[in-house]
């Protein structure tokens, strides 16, 4: 009931309305138009199918049979005795029904088929909960992709602007002998190269805007960006072995592996019960009628029977030797698929620590370098007016400060990411995360 008014104001937002979209709005509209996560949901309601299927191995099963069936019987007779009439032509009509019921009473293979039916289900959620994860993730660095693609093109339009200028003041300063016909030439070069990254900036931002269009069906306008509320955080608790252990016991991918490894411990089970008995209660209602038959007298007959059924297989051409071998084989497969699952596990996950924690003193380093490039810029300016600075100078210092403002943006969303991907390392990343993640949007 709360994701149609999302969507809907999501979609206000993507028409132009006052209000522009934000990530949480942007996850729901990708939640319900994402193809691939569709098609993971609806993997999902197909594996909880398993279980009824498992059930109905233990169940009984009833079958209805029922025929009508035209006989044409011709009849002779040899002896000396002959009943009168008994030889010849007989033409008559026969049909019934019959009602059979099979309950399983000793069945190993198809008791251990239930217990793998839970196992398969289990997998299913967690291929689900993986989905989930996905999709946050996905939505988030397509979200953060436009905004930096944003802010590339603003910085492009603001750097060719401010040479734009420092060209305008080459060309009076040659006009009246107080600068060479050099500096003119450099603020032109760097005005032309700014212009080529800026068409190159654009580009670049109709790619990432298709690219998030892919994901809600609709072409984003007006994102929300980056506010002030953007603060950095280092992960709780400060301790990456800690983040480890959680991942071991949360993450859905080695969930998915240990349900495969108990899988295949079963399938050997499975397989060794080719090799035992079978036993089933029967039970059968048949009823039949005749009508025209011998000497033109129809018949009926009921039949009613109930027992216990054993089968003992001995012999199936060696093939139930086989699956067990190949079950004990793959057994071992995914033995040491969980043994990789748990390193790959732990590798991702400090990687994902690692990433937040390098991302948030990049951060610092960049909004520090970002500081001194402002001030190198007014040095440079002041420099210039007095003597002491060329006009190469100048640009030297304008490239450097829109280039740390460029590498600034880019950590500060990296940052965002890394922290989504440490959350979905340790299998607990959710839609509350990506609301934390959206208040630093205003």
Known sequence: MKMMPRIFLFVLGMSGAASAADLVDTYHAAQANDPLFSAARASQQAGQEKLPQGRALLMPSVNLTANTTYNDLTTQYRGAFLIPGAAGNHRYNSNGYGVTLVQPLFRQQNWIAYTEAELQVAQSEAQFKIAEQDLVLRVA????????????????????????????????????????????????????????????????????????????????????????????????????????????LNSPQLAIAQAGAQLAEKEVARNRGGHYPT???????????????????????????????????????????????????????????????????????????????????????????????????????????????????????????????????????????????????????GEADLGKVNLTLY
């Open 141 to 248: 660095q397509a979200y953060f992709d436009v905004l930096i693609a944003q802010d590339s093109v603003r910085l492009a339009e603001a750097q060719k602007t401010a040479i734009k200028e420092q060209l305008a003041q080459a060309k009076r300063n040659f006009e009246v002998g107080t600068a060479t016909i050099t500096d003119t030439h450099e603020a032109q070069a760097r005005h032309d190269l700014t212009s080529a990254q800026e068409i190159a900036a654009q580009n670049n931002l109709e790619i990432k805007r298709r690219t998030l269009q892919q994901l809600i069906n609709t072409l984003p306008k007006d994102l929300q960006s980056l506010g002030k509320q953007f603060k950095l955080e280092a992960p709780q608790p400060a301790d990456m072995e800690q983040w480890v252990n959680d991942a071991q």
């Open 279 to 429: 036993v089933d209660l029967v039970a059968n209602y048949s009823k039949s009628a005749a009508t025209g038959g011998s000497f033109g007298v129809g018949s009926d007959s009921t039949s009613k029977s109930i027992g216990v059924q054993l089968n003992l297989p001995i012999f199936q051409g060696g093939a139930t030797s086989s699956k067990w071998r190949e079950a004990e084989a793959n057994r071992e497969r995914a033995s040491q698929e969980l043994e990789n699952a748990r390193r790959s596990v732990a590798l991702q996950t400090r990687q994902a620590y690692l990433g937040v924690v390098s991302g948030i003193e990049q951060v610092k380093a960049l909004q520090q370098a970002l500081t001194s490039s402002e001030s190198l810029l007014e040095a440079s300016k002041l420099g210039q007016e007095v003597g002491v600075r060329t006009n190469l100078d100048v640009l030297n210092a304008q490239q450097q400060l829109f280039s740390t403002r460029h590498d600034l943006y880019q950590a500060q969303y990296a940052y965002l990411i890394s922290e989504l991907r440490l959350k979905a390392a340790v299998g607990t990343l």
